[in-house]
């Protein structure tokens, strides 16, 4: 079941439209990708969503029913433009901050507690943010995001300011996150860890959802037949031994092999194409070419432009 | 309503624990006691007194002003041309000329004088003036009533028709003779006073604002606080926050300053001003009681100059004065913090704001330019619109009110005055709304106007 879904959201600013129409789903307790190039409307969509600013047209669902200005309180939102009070201590700050949730101030002092605890940075309570590093200062940033147990965790560019270890630390909090049930949105254009995070996509460009869906399927339909092989003992040319409805290319060599990629008709199935090399080469290695995410965005944004680009 | 009270909260209170602020309450006393306390200091060290030439074309108060510590006069009998001419090289403090009148008792007076004349003296010549011509009034009422021999008329009647107000206008001589106007009515003082605090205020405090938004903007947590909070929420917060710190050093000041002017009075000086003390609270005693008002006059007359001020200062409608300065204080600076918070929300960083400042500076700087022409003219048609118009009304009807405006005039203007905060402030807030969400972009009025229009 969907947790949150926006159904034929707009939105119009004086001469340009951020939001035409955009529909999404977000299944409960899955990481939701959102894709799109710079501009696509991706941070207007996430700030309807948390309702501060408000769409033209269009409905928002959650939790089964229409979003009420009271469930931010079990929203919780980790803006791409993010900072902190430079002057303020980190503990009153995240006091604060964990307030404007909704806690009560025992019960925000408790959970804040715990976790400084839990991240062993009790020794930062009393400290300003400005004597923080970067870094650190990212990781209070995440804290007070979760503070209030949000059950819808939206995420804008989380990874940029972290370094390599502090961003593997945060994408293992986010799937615990996500093996607790919460339901997680996030926006990125770093294809490499959607890749590794989502279950599901959307991608926007140009205000318009392109592509949607689970990750797998869009995967598969993404896949073209086509297949890496390594192989030697043949230095003749490979078409020569190959059916004429096979492609290749990319082909290259090194110390050892020669490689190539062979594109298969439809019709044909990967044993196909071993039994056409078996009489002749020594198969070394064979692997289905599954597009990556970044190969995905790229056509699904390039097709795009170009089928617009015909109606002129 | 939570919410906004956390925000009040935190902005109060990150401010109010700077340094700057417990720097600013205590040398902002310091700084008002010493303007207070140092002419008294000096007023009472100087064995110098200052001489008052009279020139008494009537002849009615010949001898009436008496000399003090002060203050001695004496009375001349040349032509006013002359003692204008001559004023220079006499090394008199001042020249009071009471030209002569046909018919009715003079009521004006000018002093001429090349330095400023103290409220002091001004108002103790008013004061003389006035009961002089208060008791010879009496007198001609009671020949009256004496020859008519009609009913007894009640004293309060009678004080009624006797009551007589002085005009004193103050010229500035030149070294040449000439003259130019100056002001040292204490209506002017405090109706300036008034003005030119909330001046400040609105400006120190409406740019504490703007810097605050700016601050949060480039900070880049205003995002994280509007995902929790309404931007228009987090915008009166601020307002509001910085206005009660405003209060705070407003009431700090106000309590310090008297408490150090207290003290070091009452440690430096002797008896003197304990009696004239003494003296000012007899006089205010007599002064409401009307049976024994009759005797009043010559009480007065061998008063201290200083029983003048309070005179001064009695009549000016006080609970009006402070009801206004209040008002005009706390939504003045309501209206124009809006606007400062819109500008800091529509820009980058502090070195952009300069093109928006204009309009907003313009208004309040108007009104301290226009103050010069107000008092001299506080009920003409510019007073009047000036004290009307809500960006300029803050500062220009506290200036009018101690000289005496009509309610009308001050219910229409504080009307008007809450709808222009009512419309700055939904306007302020459209701009705030999309400007703190936009970054690095360059701003222009165009722009600002593309977003009000914004659903």
């Known amino acids: 079941m969907d947790l949150f879904s926006a159904q034929l959201i707009s939105k119009q600013y004086a001469n340009h439209k951020a939001l035409d129409k955009v529909s999404i789903g977000v299944p409960e307790a899955s990481i939701f990708g959102l894709l ?79 976790w400084f605890e839990k991240y062993e940075i009790n020794t ?50 986010i799937l615990g996150l996500k093996d607790k049930g919460v339901t997680i949105i996030f926006s990125t254009h770093n294809m490499g860890s959607v890749e590794e995070l989502c279950d599901d996509i959307a991608l926007i460009d140009r205000s318009k959802v392109i592509l949607n869906g689970a990750m797998r399927q869009i995967k598969k339909t993404y896949k073209t037949n086509t297949f890496e092989i390594s192989f030697n003992s043949w230095e003749g040319p490979l078409q020569g031994i190959l059916p004429e409805t096979f492609q290749i290319f990319d082909e290259s060599r090194d110390a050892d092999h020669r490689h190539a990629h062979v594109k298969l008709p439809a019709d044909a199935t990967p044993n196909d194409l071993i039994r056409s090399l078996l009489p002749s080469v020594m198969i070394y290695s064979i692997n289905e070419l599954i597009p990556s995410m970044n190969d995905i965005f790229i056509e699904a944004v390039t097709q795009k432009n170009q089928q617009t680009v015909i109606p002129n | 309503m939570r919410k906004i009270f956390l925000i009040i909260q935190r902005e109060y209170l990150t401010r109010v624990r700077k340094r700057s602020f417990i720097v600013m309450t205590i040398l902002g006393p310091l700084l008002m006691a010493s303007t207070i306390v140092i002419p008294i200091y000096l007023a009472t060290r100087s064995n110098e007194t200052k001489k008052v030439a009279v020139l008494d074309e009537t002849g ?128 002017m003082v405090l109706g300036m006073f008034a003005g030119i605090l909330i001046y400040f205020f609105i400006f120190m405090f409406g740019s504490q604002v703007m810097r605050g938004v700016i601050e949060e903007k480039t900070s880049r947590i205003v995002e994280v606080i509007i995902s929790s909070v309404k931007p228009f929420q987090l915008m009166m917060g601020k307002i509001i926050g910085v206005g009660l710190v405003g209060l705070t050093q407003f009431l700090l000041w106000v309590v310090l300053t008297f408490a150090i002017v207290t003290a070091v009075t009452a440690t430096m000086t002797s008896g003197e001003i304990k009696k004239t003390a003494t003296e000012q609270m007899m006089i205010q005693k007599q002064g409401i009681t009307p049976g024994n008002s009759q005797d009043a006059p010559s009480t007065n007359e061998s008063s201290n100059p200083m029983g003048g001020v309070m005179e001064a200062i009695n009549s000016v409608n006080f609970p009006v004065m402070i009801g206004a300065f209040l008002f005009f204080f706390l939504v003045g600076y309501l209206m124009y913090a809006a606007l400062f918070a819109a500008i800091g929300g529509a820009v ?43 960006l300029t009304s803050p500062v220009v009807m506290m200036i009018r009110i101690p000289f005496g405006v009509p309610y009308m005039e001050i219910i229409l203007s504080m009307v008007l005055l809450l709808l222009g905060f009512l419309g700055t402030t939904w306007l302020a807030g459209k701009i705030y709304h999309t400007g703190i969400l936009m970054y690095g972009k360059k701003v222009s009025y165009r722009e600002l106007w593309k977003w009000i229009r914004y659903k």
């Open chain 2, 60 to 187: 009615i108060f010949y001898e009436k002003f008496k000399d003090s510590d002060e203050i001695k006069f004496h009375y001349l009998t040349s032509d006013i041309g002359s003692a204008k001419s001559n004023f220079t090289k006499s090394g008199d403090h001042a020249l009071l000329y009471i030209p002569k009148t046909e018919v009715t008792l003079p009521v004006n007076a000018i002093i001429y004088s090349d330095k400023s004349v103290s409220v002091n003296i001004t108002s103790y010549i008013k004061n003389v003036m006035g009961k002089q011509i208060e008791e010879l009034k009496l007198q001609a009422r009671l020949r009256e009533l004496q020859t008519d021999k009609k009913e007894p008329v009640s004293v309060d009647d009678l004080l009624r028709s006797i009551k007589t107000s002085v005009d004193i206008n103050t010229l500035k001589i030149g070294e040449d003779g000439s003259e130019s106007k100056s002001y040292t009515e204490l209506n």
């Open chain 1, 124 to 173: 930062w309570w009393n400290r300003k943010v400005e004597e923080l590093s970067k870094g650190m200062q990212q990781k209070v940033q995440f804290l007070v995001t979760i503070i209030h147990d949000p059950k819808l965790l939206i995420f804008d560019e989380p990874f940029s300011g972290f370094d390599p270890i502090n961003a593997n630390m945060l994408k293992e909090e």
């Open chain 2, 348 to 390: 980058d960083s502090e070195a952009d704001t300069q093109q928006f400042m204009l309009p907003i500076t313009i208004p309040l700087i108007l009104s301290i330019v226009m103050a010069q022409f107000i008092i001299r003219d506080p009920d003409g048609p510019v007073s009047f619109w000036f004290s009307i118009f809500p």
């Open chain 1, 36 to 114: 799109g190039p710079n501009g696509a409307g991706k941070t207007t969509l996430i700030r309807i969503i948390n309702q501060i600013i408000a769409p033209d047209e269009g409905e928002l669902i959650y939790n089964g029913r229409k979003l009420q200005p009271n469930d931010i309180s079990s929203i919780g939102y980790l803006p791409e433009e993010r900072g902190l009070y430079k002057k303020m201590t980190v503990g009153e700050q995240a006091m604060y901050l964990a307030q404007l949730k909704g806690l009560s101030k025992q019960e925000a002092h408790k959970r804040l507690r715990f």
